[in-house]
């Protein structure tokens, strides 16, 4: 897939929401600066390679079209020798078979082989001869009649040994001479179907023929000619082949004759070429692979039916074809590579007011609300611009009108209650207290002055919003121990917080609260009294906390009432103003845990209540 296709396709995956891939995904999680950069350098290179790609194969198809209209010239070339080299010997067969010591000897019912070759080489016939000797238009001839064995034969490159007539009748190769009815017959001269030489010195293609009587047309005669390949190809096919370029002859019905040069013979080639010949397809080109490598195969159908094929290497032809394509391929990459730094600049440049408008964004959300951004243009990101000032202009407005407010009345508030409670002062008389009950001898009053103290400390906290799970069991201990010097036996307690927990810290009086409601709603109304039990784990990530009692329970309608958010509007004359109220503790969770906290309340009138408070792990002191 080209690369503009493959960024449509990753368009329409991200248009459409299927972004699975983590590369994808890890793409656009980028910078926008890197992702415009990536984007354009991947656009340019993709229509960089699909234009080289394009302007390489238009060439290479160009060259090849040339390189073909040549190779049908050569093709041209190679069939007329050929058919000049058929012409010159199916002539000089038929001169010889109808020369009158020819004739006159294959008449005669007892033929001497002797007699025979000294007529022809003395006789009129003696002309024929020295022009085969001396034209070389083949290599090797034996005459047969009637007798088994040659009765004439004769050899240019020391080839010897004619094998007897009843050999050759018994072959394929005579009896399709003889199909032919006085054609020639043209074959390779082969291990398999040579009967006609016992010591053959070269590969041959061999042509036989009968021959007939010129006066009645009855058959008297045979004759086989057989002339060497290297010489058809230093006669016939000189300069038309080299080791890149191939020649190779077949026969009409698909046997190889001979070749020349590369080779050129394949199977998929001979298939391709025969299935076109049945066709009626004369000429064409091909391309196939030949030992591995691309090749160019013009094929060519003569008159006779010998098919001509001749091979060029792809690679020959595409070699400087090549070289341009390396060039042209190192300045794409070396243009791209130094497009880099220009695309960077480009889309930094582009990028820059969406960087403004972030960083100003960040600022406004840490509280700084004057925040604003300068419009320098009336694009898209100017208009973006223009709405996101207009937009912390009016969530100032808001701010001012409704939040700073309620703070500041909050802020007001806090100062009137602090200035009706100071707690040095506070501290100051309870210590006095303290001493006065140790120097009257009342250690119950001393104990209950002293841990009311402690237990003032704990809650103020300084002020903090967060406190440890330590503290805050110390707190609950306090709580208790008063409890229990006001309750006597009627109230029983429990705490089972671990050690473990007692570094994690936990909303400043987050458990208090639920043990005073357990006292107030379970155990006063009890008779007998009642016991408390407090317990502690984590799980995973998550702090629990129980409050049990076995109290007298609650009512569905109380517990709602318990548990009802107090309208904002009331915040200023409800009742527990000041105090920790279950509904105060429930706000706070919601505030500074967010959604990442569950509160829990389960109770049935007559058997108790219980609460499961569940809070994130936090280690890390906080404060509000």
Same mark, same amino acid.
């Given at each position: 897939m080209s690369a503009p296709l493959c960024i449509f396709g990753i368009a329409h995956k991200i248009k459409n929401k299927k972004v699975s891939d983590p590369v994808l995904r890890y793409y656009l999680n980028m910078n926008l600066r890197y992702k415009i950069t990536i984007l354009i350098f991947l656009l340019i290179t993709g229509v960089a390679c699909t234009l080289g790609a394009y302007s390489y194969n238009i060439s290479k198809q160009q060259i090849i079209n040339k390189v073909s209209n040549s190779n049908q010239s050569v093709l041209k070339q *190679?069939?007329?020798n050929l058919a000049r080299m058929q012409k010159t010997l199916a002539d000089w067969v038929t001169v010889f078979s109808l020369a009158p010591v020819v004739q006159d000897t294959l008449r005669s019912n007892t033929p001497d082989s002797a007699k025979i070759e000294n007529q022809l080489y003395n006789g009129p016939t003696a002309s024929i001869m020295n022009q085969m000797l001396v034209t070389g238009s083949f290599d090797y001839l034996a005459l047969y009649g009637s007798l088994s064995e040659p009765l004439f034969q004769v050899a240019t490159d020391d080839s010897s040994g004619a094998y007897s007539l009843s050999k050759i009748t018994s072959n394929d190769t005579y009896k399709q001479t003889v199909a032919l009815n006085g054609a020639s017959y043209w074959f390779p001269l082969t291990e398999e179907n040579n009967v +006609?030489?016992?010591s053959n010195r070269n590969d041959k293609l061999g042509m036989t023929r009968i021959i007939r009587d010129i006066v009645n047309g009855n058959r008297i005669g045979f004759v086989f000619v057989g002339i060497n390949l290297e010489t058809i190809r230093r006669t016939y096919l000189t300069n038309l082949y080299d080791k890149d370029h191939g020649i190779l002859i077949l026969s009409e019905q698909g046997t190889q004759l001979l070749s020349a040069g590369k080779e050129t013979y394949s199977p998929e080639a001979a298939q391709f070429v025969m299935k076109q010949a049945k066709a009626g397809i004369r000429s064409g080109n091909t391309i196939v692979s030949l030992e591995g &490598?691309?090749?160019l195969l013009n094929y060519n159908?003569?008159?006779?039916?010998? *098919?001509?094929?001749?091979?060029v290497p792809l690679s020959s032809l595409t070699g400087e074809l090549n070289s341009i394509k390396s060039a042209v391929l190192v300045m794409v990459l070396a243009s791209l590579v130094l497009s880099i730094p220009?695309?960077? +600049? +480009?889309s930094s440049f582009l990028t820059a007011p969406i960087k403004t408008l972030l960083l100003s964004m960040r600022r406004f959300q840490n509280g700084q609300f004057e925040e604003k951004v300068d419009i320098k243009y009336w694009d898209e990101i100017g208009q973006l611009s223009r709405g996101y000032n207009n937009m912390v202009s009016n969530i100032k407005t808001l701010v001012d009108d409704a939040y700073l407010l309620k703070l500041k009345e909050q802020e007001a508030e806090l100062k009137a209650l602090q200035s009706q409670i100071n707690p040095h002062f506070l501290y100051n008389m309870l210590d006095t207290i303290f001493w006065e009950a140790e120097a009257a001898g009342q250690d119950k009053i001393s104990e209950m002055v002293i841990n009311l103290s402690r237990l003032f400390r704990l809650s103020l906290n300084q002020g903090k919003s967060f406190t440890s799970v330590a503290k805050e069991k110390e707190l609950i201990e306090l709580y208790l121990t008063l409890q229990k010097m006001r309750f006597q036996e009627s109230l029983e307690y429990v705490i089972d917080i671990p050690e473990e927990l007692y570094s994690y810290v936990i909303l400043k009086l987050s458990l208090q609260p +639920?043990?005073?409601n357990a006292l107030i709603h379970g155990i006063e109304r009890k008779r007998g009294g009642g016991r408390v039990s407090i317990?502690?784990?984590r799980t995973g990530d998550q702090l629990r906390f129980v409050i049990e009692d076995n109290g007298g329970g609650m009512s569905s309608e109380t517990l709602l009432k318990i548990l009802a958010m107090p309208d904002e509007t009331d915040v200023y004359t409800a009742r527990d103003v000041g105090g920790y109220a279950v509904q105060n503790v429930q706000a706070?969770? &919601?505030?500074f845990y967010k959604g990442d906290y569950a509160l829990n309340y389960t109770s049935v009138p007559g058997e108790g209540t219980r609460v499961e408070i569940v809070i994130p792990v936090i280690i890390n002191d906080m404060q509000e």
């Open positions: *190679i069939d007329s +006609f030489i016992q &490598k691309d090749t159908i003569n008159q006779d039916g010998w *098919i001509t094929l001749y091979s220009l695309l960077m +600049f +480009f +639920f043990i005073e317990s502690g784990q706070r969770l &919601k505030h």
